[in-house]
């Protein structure tokens, strides 16, 4: 079975900083990783995602995102934060071994990160 | 950019009653999902549909639960008869293909509490 953990509930950094969220996950087999913000009263929206090639992902906003295979790790990164980058945010997962037609994905519980201007 | 959207956006129901939240995937997309969030808790995986039929679901989705698209752009979940523990966000998403490398995308979810 696939999941992933997101250790942080919170993480708090000042604005001009840089920002790391963390999120490691486990399968069996190879891994598609995805992230995903939550605004307030909006959906999920799709970030970036890593699925095969260089370990470093670039996605929407500036943020980024690093794979590492040997740590099963997907933290999510951006060089200077902003204010409006406050926000829910999910690491999902999907394990492209885990049958045919399995679509689902797998979501960490999400870390609310706060900007401090 | 087209967004998928989701209505109503808070759903109030006596314990019992039949509910039906409603979705419009993006257009061109063919592969539609329902996730549900319980409060605190984690974004959890109800249910794919692709051509008119379920192609996945999860231990959640009982026979309580029911999915259907009705035409050609709206699709629906409805729970026969709610549970208090049936209160959670529930998100709708859709994406262009099935491959696992397809990011999908999701709408502001509906609100349901089940009283």
């Known amino acids: 079975a696939q999941s992933v953990a997101q250790p942080e509930d919170q993480v708090n950094v000042a604005e001009g900083n840089p920002l790391t969220v963390k999120c490691t996950y486990s399968v069996s087999g190879n891994p598609y990783l995805f992230w995903y913000v939550q605004y307030p009263n909006r959906g999920l929206q799709f970030l970036l995602k890593y699925i095969t090639g260089d370990n470093l992902v670039k996605g929407s906003y500036g943020f980024e995102a690093e794979f590492n295979k040997s740590q099963t790790s997907f933290h999510l990164k951006k060089p200077s934060a902003l204010v409006s980058d406050s926000a829910l945010y999910f690491c999902?997962?999907?394990?492209?071994?885990?049958?045919?037609?399995?679509?689902?994905?797998?979501f960490g519980k999400g870390t609310k990160l706060s900007v401090i201007p | 950019e087209p967004e998928v959207t989701q209505t109503p956006s808070h759903q109030v129901t006596q314990m019992g009653q039949e509910v039906i939240l409603r979705c419009v995937p993006i257009?061109?997309?063919?592969?539609f999902y329902w996730y549900r969030q319980i409060l605190g808790q984690k974004v959890e995986f109800l249910v794919s549909f692709y051509n008119n039929e379920i192609s996945e679901k999860s231990e959640i989705f009982d026979d309580q639960f029911s999915v259907e698209r009705p035409d050609g752009s709206n699709f629906t979940l409805k729970i026969r008869s709610t549970k208090l523990e049936d209160s959670a966000m529930y998100f709708c998403a859709s994406s262009e293909s099935s491959g696992a490398s397809y990011e999908q995308y999701f709408g502001p979810g509906t609100r349901l509490t089940v009283t």
């Open positions: 257009s061109n997309h063919l592969y």
């Open positions: 999902a997962v999907r394990d492209i071994y885990s049958g045919a037609g399995s679509y689902q994905l797998t």
